[in-house]
C-alpha cells in the first residue's frame, strides 16, 4: 500500500487527491467500457497486455512521489501474514498478542494473510511516511498490484483503486492510448505541481 515510504526515491508529482477521486467519478463508465473492451475485444492475448500495463506502470511510476501522496496508507488496510505479524511486533518490541490486540483484526476467512490493520490511517504512517518500513507486510510492498500477471482478470480492483491511486489512474489512461480502446471526448489527466 501506499508506501510513503516504499518507494521513496521517485520524483515529484504533488497529488491532489480530491482531483484524483473527482476525475475517477467521471471516468468510472468509461474504465467499464474499457474492462469490456479489454476482455472481448482487444487482439493481445492477457500476457501480452502485461507487458503494457508494466511499461506503462515504469512510465508512471517514475514522476510520481509517494511520498507526497501516501494515500494508500491513509485508506486502505493492509493485510499480515502470521510470520509478518510476529516480525513487526519484534521491531516494536511488543509481544505478538499485545500487537495484534492493539492494531489488527481478523482478515477474511481462509486467507494467507489472516490479519489485517484495524483502523485508517495505517497506524505506523508517521509524517506521511511508513515507520516500519523495512518490515512493512508483502500487502504493501505489492501495492498497487500493478506488476503481477493477469491485469485482464483482475481489472474491477484496478478501477476502485482509480479512486484513490494516481499511479493507478494514469495507467489506465495510458492503457487506453496504448491498445488502442475508442474513447468519447478528450480524457482529464492529473495536475502536476507547477502546472496549475
Ligand atoms: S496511493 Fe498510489 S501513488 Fe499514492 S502512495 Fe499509494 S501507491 Fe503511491
Ligand atoms: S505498514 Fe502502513 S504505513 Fe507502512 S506501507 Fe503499509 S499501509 Fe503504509
Redesign the pocket.
Known amino acids: 500500500?501506499?508506501?510513503?515510504a516504499?518507494?521513496i526515491t521517485f520524483n515529484i508529482m504533488a497529488?491532489d487527491l480530491v482531483q484524483i477521486r473527482k476525475l475517477a467519478e467521471t471516468q468510472e463508465e468509461e474504465n467499464l467500457r474499457f474492462r469490456q473492451f479489454l476482455k472481448t475485444r482487444c487482439n493481445l492475448e492477457p500476457d501480452k497486455i502485461d507487458e503494457r500495463v508494466f511499461e506503462a506502470t515504469r512510465r508512471v511510476w517514475a514522476g510520481?512521489d509517494?511520498?507526497v501522496?501516501?494515500?494508500?496508507?491513509r485508506?486502505m488496510k493492509p493485510t499480515f501474514s502470521e510470520e509478518e505479524v510476529c516480525r513487526i511486533a519484534r521491531r516494536l518490541g511488543m509481544e505478538r498478542q499485545q500487537f495484534v490486540e492493539t492494531h489488527l483484526e481478523p482478515s477474511d476467512a481462509g486467507s494467507e494473510n489472516p490479519w489485517r490493520c484495524r483502523a485508517t490511517p495505517c497506524p505506523f504512517l508517521k509524517n506521511n511516511l511508513c515507520s516500519i518500513y523495512e518490515d512493512r507486510p508483502a500487502d504493501c510492498r505489492g501495492?498497487?498490484y500493478l506488476y503481477e500477471r493477469d491485469f485482464v482478470f483482475r481489472t474491477m480492483g484496478m478501477i476502485e483503486?482509480t479512486f484513490?491511486?494516481?499511479?493507478?489512474y494514469e495507467v489506465m489512461e495510458e492503457l487506453k492510448k496504448s491498445l488502442g480502446f475508442l474513447r468519447t471526448g478528450s480524457q482529464p489527466r492529473i495536475k502536476k505541481a507547477g502546472k496549475r
Open positions: 500500500m501506499g508506501h510513503p516504499r518507494f497529488v510520481t509517494c511520498t501522496c501516501a494515500n494508500c496508507c485508506e501495492y498497487p483503486r484513490t491511486c494516481p499511479i493507478v
